[in-house]
């Protein structure tokens, strides 16, 4: 069975969590939305990058909650990775681990000790908790609960969201800095290793680091209709107006994002 999910002008067809309960292989809960969320652009992108098939299953149940979910996975976000009996996986590092067992080539995590540490520490100021996404996602919840012309059910619903990242207003203050050093820390990473003849953020071939970059870029800058047809409610939600931070997000760091997803990646990407 599967479930055909209406956003604006898209459809997709996930399978239903009760349909993919029952299958084997490869089953990848995504939520069912067609925005660029970037954990499960990321989870999707790393086992693209492996050519491993997957499912595509919704995140909500029968009745639209989250109760399947939470009973399937035993919490309540996407994206989660489900490889036959195992169980399932719902952080990058899990999903990442997956992947290089189900696929050893080509190699996300680094052989090389030194490059398997920056990498590893580098993806977890991106996708980590108080990383990069996770603060992006701090500010956006503030704007909208604090937005007194937006619907009350739009406010609502990312009153929701804020609470899965720990929103408060103090929280949230001091979010937009956060992002900003990350998003420098990122930008002099690729510089370094670009000076010395690599086109990645480290060593000299793509990894989980270059992906996790690529999705979560989406945050802040989309990339354009044509390669990212996403609904169109959340293109202005997903684009960044804050000087500052536009500042830190720099052509190079947006360069790579456009060379990873043109060599390794989907295009257009598929919701």
């Not at 909208?144 to 720990?166: C, F, H, L, Q």
């Amino acid at each position: 069975m599967a479930a055909t999910i209406a956003m604006n002008d898209l459809k997709i067809d996930y399978a239903s969590i009760e349909a993919a309960r029952k299958m084997t292989g490869l089953r990848l809960i995504l939520g069912g939305y067609a925005v660029p969320g970037p954990w499960r652009e990321a989870c999707k992108g790393i086992f693209h990058v492996k050519k491993i098939p997957f499912v595509s299953v919704t995140a909500a149940g029968k009745d639209g909650t989250d109760k399947e979910l939470v009973e399937w996975t035993a919490q309540a976000s996407a994206p989660v990775a489900i490889w036959n009996d195992e169980r399932p996986r719902s952080t990058w590092i899990e999903q990442l681990y997956l992947a290089e067992r189900l696929a050893p080539e080509p190699r996300l995590i680094p052989s090389k000790e030194q490059d398997r540490i920056l990498m590893f520490g580098y993806t977890n100021e991106i996708a980590g908790e108080n990383g990069l996404g996770w603060c992006k996602r701090l500010t956006m919840a503030d704007a909208a609960v604090n937005d007194t012309s937006a619907p009350e059910a739009t406010r609502r619903t990312w009153g929701y969201i804020g609470k899965k990242y720990g929103y408060t207003p103090e929280a949230a203050a001091g979010a937009k800095a956060r992002v900003i050093e990350i998003l420098n820390l990122l930008d002099r990473r690729l510089a370094e290793n670009r000076a010395r003849g690599s086109r990645f953020f480290v060593g000299d071939h793509l990894t989980a680091l270059d992906i996790h970059w690529s999705t979560f870029a989406a945050l802040f800058k989309p990339m354009s209709e044509d390669l990212c047809p996403m609904a169109t409610a959340f293109r202005g939600v997903y684009r960044e107006s804050n000087p500052e931070v536009m500042r830190a997000l720099t052509p190079a760091l947006l360069e790579h994002r456009d060379f990873v997803y043109r060599e390794y990646l989907e295009l257009p990407i598929v919701f």
